[in-house]
C-alpha cells in the first residue's frame, strides 16, 4: 500500500510538471501570442482611462502599433486610426514637454504606412518650437529631458520622424539631449538611471535610500529607458555617429538589468531592494523583456546568455494577464516604486509593455 502511494505521488508530480511545461511551451506558440495580444489589445481599447495624447496612451499606442506589426489586424489599425483622426494628429498642448509628444509615435508610424503629410505635419510644426526655444522654467536653467521616463517619451518620437522624413537634424538633436540626461542621472556603477536628480546619490548625508541602504532605481524608469533604446536604434541609420553610444548604454542595462530579475521572471518595483518589493511589476518587466528580446533578434544580445531571461520574463508576463484581457500588477502612476499594487492594478501603460514584448517575443527563434 505505502508503495502505491509512492507512485502516485511520483505520477502525480510528473504529470504536474509536464503539463506546466507543456502551457509554457503553448505561451510561446506564434498562434498564442497573436490570441493574447488581441485579446491585450480589445480589453484596454474598450477601458480607456486617460486624455487620447496623455503619455499613458503614448506607450499604450507604440505596443498597439506593435500588435498590428504583428497580427495585421483591421481592427487594431481601425482603432489607431480612430485615435489619431480623434486627436487631429497633434501632440498635447505643451510644446516643450517629452511626455506631449509621445503618442505621436504611432502618428509617424501610420505615416509610413499612409505617407499623407498631414498626418506628421503637427509633430514637425511643434518640434519647430521645441528645438528653437529653451525649456521654460522658473528662472533655473535646466535641460529639456530631466527625468528618465521622457527617454521614452521623446527620442523615439524624434527618430522617428527623422528616419521617415529623411531630416537628420532630429537625430543629431535627439543625441544632444538623450546625452544631457544621461550625464545627469546615469550611475556609471550601478548601470542604471535614476529617475530624477531627487534620487542622485550626492552623499552629503542627505541622499533618498532604500530601507536596505541601497540607493534608489525605479524599475519603470529603467524600463522606459530601455524600451526607448530599442526604438531608437531600430529605426536610426546603421551609419549614424551616435549610434556607438546607445549600443554601448543598451548593453550595459541590459547585463545589469539581467542580473536583478527574480525568480518569477518578473522585476521588482524598486530594482536594489526586491525583498521590500515582494510583486513582479508589469510595465518594467514588460519594456525590459521587449528590449531583451529585441536585442537578441537583432544579433546584439548573446542569445544563450539572454534567451534564458527573456522566456522567464515572458512566462511571468503571461501570469498576470486575465482570462478577459486585463494585464494586472500593473504600478499606479507615481514617480517612484513605493505606489502599491497587486494583481487587478491596471493601467494601459503596462499593456502597451506587454504588446511590445510579444511582438518581439514571437520573433524569437
Known amino acids: 500500500m505505502r508503495r502505491l502511494t509512492v507512485i502516485l505521488i ?32 480589445a480589453w484596454q481599447l474598450k477601458n480607456p482611462k486617460h486624455e487620447p495624447t496623455d503619455w499613458t496612451n503614448g506607450a499604450f499606442y507604440a505596443g498597439v502599433s506593435a500588435a498590428w506589426e504583428t497580427t495585421k489586424s483591421k481592427s487594431i489599425y481601425q482603432a489607431m486610426m480612430d485615435m489619431a483622426n480623434k486627436n487631429e494628429w497633434k501632440p498635447g498642448k505643451r510644446w516643450y514637454h517629452a511626455d506631449d509628444i509621445a503618442i505621436c509615435q504611432t502618428y509617424v508610424d501610420l505615416y509610413k504606412v499612409e505617407k499623407r503629410r498631414e498626418m506628421i505635419q503637427p509633430l514637425i510644426d511643434t518640434l519647430a518650437i521645441f528645438m528653437k526655444r529653451p525649456y521654460p522654467t522658473k528662472g533655473n536653467a535646466t535641460i529639456k529631458w530631466w527625468w528618465c521616463d521622457a527617454l521614452f517619451m521623446g ?75 530599442v526604438r531608437v536604434l531600430n529605426d536610426l541609420p546603421a551609419n549614424n555617429s551616435g549610434r556607438d553610444f546607445y549600443l554601448k548604454l543598451y548593453k550595459e542595462m541590459s547585463a545589469r538589468l539581467k542580473d536583478l530579475q527574480q525568480a518569477d521572471g518578473l522585476w521588482r518595483a524598486s530594482l536594489l531592494d526586491p525583498e521590500a518589493y515582494p510583486g513582479g511589476e508589469v510595465s518594467g518587466s514588460g519594456f525590459d523583456c521587449y528590449a531583451m528580446a529585441w536585442g537578441i533578434n537583432h544579433g546584439i544580445l548573446d542569445r544563450a546568455t539572454y534567451l534564458p531571461v527573456v522566456r522567464k520574463a515572458w512566462i ?47 520573433k524569437l527563434k
Open 155 to 229: 527620442p523615439p518620437a524624434l527618430v522617428k520622424l527623422g528616419a521617415a522624413t529623411g531630416d537628420v537634424t532630429y537625430f543629431s538633436y535627439t543625441e544632444q539631449l538623450f546625452k544631457e540626461c544621461y550625464n545627469l542621472l546615469y550611475d556609471k556603477e550601478e548601470h542604471l538611471f535614476a529617475r530624477d536628480l531627487k534620487y542622485v546619490i550626492k552623499n552629503d548625508g542627505k541622499d533618498v535610500r532604500e530601507a536596505n541602504g541601497k540607493k534608489i532605481f525605479w524599475s519603470r524608469g529603467n524600463g522606459w529607458v530601455m524600451g526607448g533604446l
Open 316 to 362: 511571468g508576463l503571461n501570469k498576470c494577464v486575465q482570462k478577459d484581457g486585463h494585464v494586472g500588477w500593473v504600478q499606479p502612476i507615481g514617480a517612484d516604486p513605493r505606489k502599491n499594487f497587486n494583481a487587478d492594478s491596471w493601467e494601459v501603460y503596462g499593456s502597451g509593455a506587454f504588446l511590445l514584448a510579444g511582438s518581439e517575443v514571437i
Open 10 to 41: 511520483l505520477v502525480f508530480v510528473v504529470s504536474a510538471s509536464f503539463a506546466k511545461t507543456e502551457n509554457n511551451r503553448r505561451l510561446f506558440a506564434p498562434g498564442n501570442i497573436k490570441k493574447t495580444m488581441k485579446k491585450v489589445t
